[in-house]
C-alpha cells in the first residue's frame, strides 16, 4: 500500500493541523508516513499545502502522484488536479465550482457543517478531516483519539466541538458519497501499532544536540531553522541548557563561541543570509580552536531568495567561509533520522579536534516529518577531546604545538590554570606574537589536524552492485528521491549504482577514485545550479563528472523527477 494525500488550502485555514492529525493517526496504526509541508512566506493567505505518504513500508520522500487531495480554498484543486492518479479523489468545499466533477470528486459542505455543528468556520479543517477518513475507510474511532490529543490543550469544549464537526462529515460521507478510494484503510485493525517516533528534521537536530548534553544554544531566528532552536528552548529548563536569542547572529556564534572556551558544549542554530554574517566570528573559532557546532538549514538564495523553500547552495561558502586558513568539518544528514546521529557525533567531532563543525541542513530536512525508530539515548558517546591534565608542575600552554596538532584544552576556573586565548596570531602560552617562525609553526599546527580529521570522518555510503555502469553521487537531502528513482531503475535492469556523502569536508577521497575508475560514467545530483559537489570533487582530485543533474527552483526532488532527468542524460 503507497497512498500519497495532499490537503491544501490558504494559510491560516488549519493545514498543518490536519496533516498533524493524519499522520499522528496513521503512525498509531502502524503504518509508515513522510509528510512534507509547502507554504509560501507570508502570515495569511498564499496557497499552502501538506503532503502526506503512507505506506506499508518505510518511504523516505514525497511523490509526484496525487490519490487524494482535500481542498480548502479553489486554487488547492487547480494546482494539483494534474498530479491526481486515475481515479483519484478531490474532496472540497462545495462553496466552491468545479468544472469537472466526477463520480469520485466529491463536493462536501465543509465550512457549512463547521458552522452549523461546531458553530464557527475555523473548523473546516475538522469537516474535511471528518470526510478524508471516511472517504479512505477509516475508523473513526482512531481518529477522535487524536483529535483529543491535538486539541486537547485548547479545553473541553474546543475538542468536542472539532469532534462532533468531524464526526458529521464522516457519517454524511458514509451516506452521500458515491465513489471509492483505491486503498481501503478499513482493515487497519488487523495492523499491528508499532512504537515509532513521528520526527521532523529540526526536531532531530535538537534532540540529538540535547543527547549529546549541549549546555548553551544562541540564535538570532531565521527560517527555516527557528524550530530547532524554539524545541531546545522548550527544554531549556529541564535540562538546564543556556538558551538566548541575540541581536544578531554575529552576536550568537560569538556566544557560543565564548560558551565553548569556558568549558560547555555550545551551538548555533540559522539559515543562509544568518550564516553569512556569522563569518567573521567563525575565524574567531578557526584562530582560538575553540569548538562550536553551527547549524544551517539552507534555503534558496542570494539575499532573502525563497526564504520557506528548499535549496544546496551554501556548500562552497561554507567550505571557504572566513578569512585564512584553518580546518573546518561540514557534514550534511539524508533525513531525520540520519540528523540525530549527525548532530550526536558533530559535538565530539568539535570538540576531538578543536574546530567547528557546521551541520548543512536544509529547509526539505527541516520540516519533514517521518517515523522512525525509538532511538536509544542511552548510546550516544560523549567524547570531550584531548582536556590537560590535572597537573600543576608545569606551565599550562593552551596552544602547544604537538605531534597532531591538537592541544590539550583547560577551561578558566581549572585549578592552578593560568588560560590565555587570542584571536591574533599567538605563542603557545597564548600572548600574541608577530614571530614568523611561530606563525609557520602555528599555521601549521592547524593543518596538521586535517588528516586525523579525515581518518574520523566516515566514508560515503555505496549502494547497489560494487561495479555498475553508471554510478550516481548525492549529498544530503535528496538521498530519499534519489535511491527511490535508483531502485526502480535497477528493477528495469538499468546497470547504476548510488554514492552518497553525509560526512562532506574534509572530502574522503578513496571510494571516489574507485567508482570513477569503474564505472562508464558518473553523474552528480544536486539541489543547486551550478553542481557546488561536484565541483568541489573535481578540486580536490581533478576527476570531472560525466553529467550534472540540478534543481533550483526551491522545490524538493521526486524520484519520477529523479528518473526523467536521468533518462535524459542517457540513462
Known amino acids: 500500500m503507497d497512498l500519497s494525500i495532499n490537503i491544501g488550502g490558504m494559510a491560516g485555514q488549519g493545514i498543518d493541523t490536519i496533516g498533524d492529525l493524519l499522520t499522528k493517526v496513521f503512525v498509531k496504526t502502524g503504518f509508515y508516513i513522510f509528510t512534507v509541508k509547502d507554504f509560501e512566506s507570508r502570515i495569511r493567505g498564499g496557497y499552502n499545502f501538506t503532503q502526506i505518504r503512507v505506506a506499508d513500508n518505510p518511504v523516505h520522500c514525497s511523490v509526484d502522484d496525487i490519490d487524494l487531495i482535500v481542498a480548502l480554498s479553489k486554487d488547492a484543486i487547480s494546482a ?45 479543517n475538522a469537516a474535511a478531516l471528518g470526510a478524508l477518513l471516511s472517504v479512505i475507510r477509516f475508523p473513526f474511532s482512531l481518529a477522535e483519539q487524536v483529535l483529543t490529543e491535538i486539541f486537547g490543550k485548547k479545553g473541553e469544549k474546543i475538542v468536542e466541538a472539532n469532534v462532533r464537526v468531524a464526526r458529521s462529515l464522516y457519517d454524511l460521507t458514509e451516506e452521500t458519497f458515491s465513489g471509492s478510494c483505491r486503498h481501503n484503510l478499513s482493515m487497519i485493525d488487523s ?69 565553548s572556551y569556558g568549558g560547555v558544549r555550545s551551538m548555533v542554530t540559522t539559515s543562509g543570509g544568518g550564516f553569512s554574517l556569522m563569518v567573521e566570528a567563525l575565524g574567531l573559532a578557526g584562530m582560538t580552536e575553540t569548538p562550536v557546532v553551527i547549524y544551517n538549514a539552507q534555503r534558496p538564495g542570494p539575499s532573502t531568495g525563497l526564504p520557506t523553500r528548499t535549496e544546496q547552495s551554501d556548500l562552497l561558502f561554507t567550505i571557504f567561509a572566513s578569512q585564512g586558513e584553518f580546518p573546518r568539518i561540514v557534514l550534511a544528514p539524508r533525513d531525520p533520522l540520519d540528523a540525530f546521529d549527525v548532530v550526536t557525533r558533530s559535538f565530539n567531532l568539535a570538540e576531538r579536534f578543536q574546530v567547528p563543525v557546521i551541520i548543512l ?90 588528516t586525523a580529521i579525515k581518518d574520523a570522518l566516515k566514508p560515503p555510503d555505496l549502494y547497489g552492485a560494487k561495479t555498475t555502469k553508471t554510478v550516481v553521487v ?95 542524460v542517457g540513462i
Open 80 to 124: 494539483k488536479r494534474d498530479q491526481l492518479v486515475e481515479g483519484g479523489i478531490i474532496i472540497f468545499d462545495d462553496r466552491f465550482d468545479f468544472d469537472a466533477l466526477e463520480e469520485c470528486h466529491y463536493p462536501a459542505p465543509l465550512s457549512k457543517k463547521a458552522r452549523e455543528v461546531g458553530g464557527s468556520t475555523r473548523m473546516t
Open 191 to 259: 495492523i499491528p501499532s508499532e512504537n515509532r517516533l513521528i520526527i521532523n528534521g529540526n526536531q532531530a537536530i535538537a534532540y540529538g544536540a540535547m543527547a549529546a548534553n549541549v549546555k548553551w544554544v544562541s540564535s538570532y531566528p531565521m527560517s527555516p531553522s527557528t524550530s530547532a532552536f524554539i524545541e531546545i528552548v522548550s527544554h531549556a529548563n529541564d535540562l538546564k541548557i543556556g538558551t538566548l536569542q541575540t541581536e544578531d547572529e554575529l552576536a550568537s556564534l560569538a556566544m557560543a563561541i565564548g560558551a
Open 361 to 450: 541542513g536544509d529547509q526539505y530536512l527541516a520540516d519533514s516529518v517521518m517515523n522512525v525508530p525509538r532511538i536509544d539515548v542511552t548510546n550516544v558517546e560523549i567524547d570531550r577531546g584531548k582536556l590537560a591534565a590535572d597537573r600543576l608542575d608545569d606551565p599550562y600552554m593552551r596552544y602547544r604545538l604537538t605531534d597532531d596538532g591538537i592541544s590539550p584544552r583547560a577551561f578558566p576556573g581549572d585549578r592552578g590554570r593560568f588560560i590565555v586565548s587570542s584571536g591574533n596570531s599567538h605563542l603557545e602560552d597564548g600572548h600574541i606574537t608577530e614571530d614568523p617562525a611561530i606563525r609557520n609553526a602555528m599555521v601549521q599546527k592547524f593543518l596538521r589536524k586535517i
Open 474 to 568: 548525492t549529498w544530503g537531502s535528496p538521498w530519499g528521491a534519489v535511491r527511490e528513482a535508483i531502485e526502480h531503475l535497477e528493477h528495469e535492469g538499468v546497470s547504476i549504482g548510488h554514492l552518497h556523502f553525509t560526512d562532506i569536508y574534509p572530502l574522503r577521497t578513496k571510494l571516489l577514485k574507485d567508482v570513477f575508475t569503474s564505472a562508464e560514467r558518473v553523474i552528480s545530483i544536486e539541489h543547486n545550479a551550478t553542481s557546488q559537489f561536484a565541483k568541489l570533487v573535481t578540486m580536490e582530485t581533478g576527476l570531472k563528472f560525466d553529467g550534472y543533474i540540478t534543481k533550483f527552483d526551491g522545490r524538493p526532488m521526486t524520484p519520477r523527477w529523479v528518473i526523467l532527468q536521468l533518462k535524459e
